[in-house]
């Protein structure tokens, strides 16, 4: 996935919010067993074209253990 930072929001929040993927093929968490199928292939088939901000992505810190 990529992480766009366009406010420039400082580096360590940039750090914090950024996601590594975390389920290995054929692995699937909790979390993601609560989307639907089509979301779940897709999100696993375009992994690396997939692009997120920093802006919006600032409130997942709240929902993730360290």
């Known amino acids: 996935m990529i992480i766009t930072n366009k ?3 400082p580096a360590g929040l940039l750090k ?3 996601t ?3 389920n290995a093929p054929l692995c699937l968490s909790a979390t993601t067993l609560l989307q639907v199928v089509k979301q779940i ?4 088939r375009h992994w690396e074209q997939l692009e997120d901000d920093v ?3 600032a409130w997942a810190g709240y929902g993730s253990c360290p």
């Open 55 to 57: 802006a919006d992505r």
């Open 41 to 44: 292939i897709l999100t696993d």
């Open 7 to 9: 406010l420039d929001l």
């Open 20 to 22: 590594e993927r975390h």
């Open 16 to 18: 914090a919010v950024s």
